[in-house]
């Protein structure tokens, strides 16, 4: 099974960057489509982008498109996430995972902190 591990957080003025990555071990990860989802405070978790396993395709979230790119390479098990243009609503707590209709999912990671002061 999967065992993902996050990092890149920090924090950052608005309108700045960020890029975090998604380290995974334990299992083929090329096989998984993967995806990128946040917690803010208070707030539930939500989807924020996922990138097909052999295609490539990436889908967006609407208020992270265009600002938000999701990328993969399969030979480091590692998922990556450059966010451009923060905003302070973008602040949440940041999580991979797997993304498609798995019977199993891996367990979540601790995620990376985010933090966009304006």
């Known amino acids: 099974q999967l065992q993902l591990v996050e990092s890149g957080g920090g924090l950052v003025q608005a309108g700045g960057s960020l890029r975090l990555s998604c380290s995974a071990s334990?299992?083929?990860?090329?096989?998984?489509?993967m995806g990128w989802f946040r917690q803010a405070p208070g707030k539930e978790r939500e989807f924020v982008v996922a990138?097909?396993?052999?295609?490539?395709?990436?889908y967006y979230a609407d208020s992270v498109k265009g600002r938000f790119t999701i990328s993969r390479d399969n030979a480091k098990n590692t998922v990556y996430l450059q966010m451009n243009s923060l905003k302070p609503e973008d602040t949440a707590v940041y999580y991979c995972?797997?993304?498609?209709?798995?019977?199993?999912?891996?367990?979540w990671g601790q995620g990376t902190q985010v933090t966009v002061s304006s």
């Open positions: 990138i097909s396993h052999n295609t490539g395709n990436a």
């Open positions: 995972n797997a993304h498609g209709p798995y019977s199993v999912f891996p367990p």
């Open positions: 334990g299992g083929t990860f090329s096989r998984y489509s």
